[in-house]
């Protein structure tokens, strides 16, 4: 196990939690570690042993430089948030409210993530949370026979995505409206396999592919 350990690090692979953060924060700003170092005050060198070693443990001076090189919160980046729901701060001061185009929509909902499916059961109308890819246009996500999910198929449901950036009061959420559909052309399956981002986060064996087709699709941003 320490072997195997030490050549993670080695390889450059964030292994903690505070690694993991740091690397996903500044790829969504495009920064690589040189520039995002810059920023922060700090060696690359440095940065590099933080995202690197599991061990790390930089003190709260260290923290504040990188939330603010990263435009972030030092709770964001340490996961003290991980369990509260987001849009827990204030309201900027002059905020910006607009739709957003088609265009920007489809921009947006991209290529893959985690975003609401709302539907209709026997119980009433639920939203779960499923993890989804964007093949040509279409909404898909896999999911078990029998799960909540699988009764999108063959109904009229709506599928939802957002961001929210707790920093600056700012973020964006899209509205996708349309039929499900269960994928039985096994060539479709494996094609969909084939280019799915990843497996669903929940685990165990979930075999069924649901395609969802737009017949509507809206969305909205705050800016400040």
Not at 35 to 48: D, I, K, N, P, V
Not at 142 to 155: D, F, H, I, K, N
Request: hydrophobic residues 40%; neutral net charge.
């Amino acid at each position: 196990m320490t072997e195997r350990t030490q050549a993670n690090e080695r390889d450059g692979q964030p292994l903690g939690d505070l690694g993991r953060r740091l690397v996903a924060r500044r790829e969504q700003l495009g920064l690589n570690r040189e520039e995002t170092a810059a920023r922060a005050g700090m060696a690359a060198s440095y940065l590099s042993h933080l995202e690197e070693h599991s061990v790390a443990a930089p003190g709260a001076g260290v923290l504040l430089k990188l939330a603010d090189a990263l435009e972030t919160t030092v709770t964001e980046l340490t996961g003290g948030n991980a369990d509260l729901p987001p849009g827990r701060g204030q309201a900027a001061r002059t905020p910006e409210f607009r739709e957003l185009s088609t265009y920007e929509c489809r921009a947006l909902l991209s290529t893959h993530g985690v975003g609401r499916l709302a539907l209709s059961t026997a119980e009433g109308p639920v939203i779960v949370p499923v993890n989804y890819s964007v093949v040509d246009g279409a909404v898909v996500f896999r999911t078990a026979a029998g799960a909540t999910p699988a009764l999108a198929v063959g109904c009229r449901v709506a599928f939802e995505a957002d961001r929210i950036d707790e920093v600056f009061s700012r973020g964006w959420s899209v509205l996708v409206r349309g039929d499900a559909r269960s994928v039985t052309d096994p060539e479709e399956a494996r094609r969909l396999d084939r280019r799915a981002y990843s497996t669903p986060w929940a685990g165990g064996r979930r075999d069924l592919w649901v395609r969802l087709d737009p017949i509507a699709i809206s969305g909205r941003r705050i800016t400040v």
